[in-house]
């Protein structure tokens, strides 16, 4: 998938308008020139990394929003955090059940119940990170 960079510089636009900001405004949130948003609005350039994600803050938006220059429709992010809220239920569930089997083999093999507990822990932990990612993924 190619970045369209007028789509992007049209969503910039539109976010900083629906947002109630000038485009001063928005450079000094961001402690930049004026000239710079323009520059960006007008599909010149765009913004760096860093910035991407501050401007995302700003308007409660995902960097992949910004860089796709369209925002996700509500049923996406619905989703989204249907995924997330399931997977950190499956990520938490790994790391409390990773603690029984330690319960009972910690007296006969210390070695296997540290493998047996470490393993779903870590996965569970795992997959909690992963529940902060994927509502930001696109179907």
Not at 24 to 32: A, E, H, V
Not at 117 to 137: A, Y
């Amino acid at each position: 998938m190619q970045m369209n960079i007028e789509k992007v510089a049209a969503l910039l636009v539109k976010l900083r308008k629906e947002n109630g900001l000038t485009q001063n405004d928005l450079s000094t949130k961001l402690g930049i020139s004026f000239q710079a948003v323009s520059k960006w609005e007008r599909g010149e350039n765009l913004p760096e990394a860093g910035m991407l994600y501050e401007i995302a803050k700003i308007y409660n938006i995902t960097v992949d929003e910004i860089l796709n220059g369209e925002l996700l429709s509500k049923s996406d992010v619905e989703v989204g955090v249907v995924r997330k809220n399931i997977l950190l239920v499956i990520g938490f569930a790994l790391s409390v059940i990773s603690i029984i089997p330690f319960l009972f083999l910690y007296q006969s093999d210390l070695q296997l119940a540290l493998i047996v507990l470490f393993v779903p822990f870590v996965i569970g932990i795992v997959l909690n990170i992963v529940s902060h990612i994927v509502p930001h993924i696109k179907n």
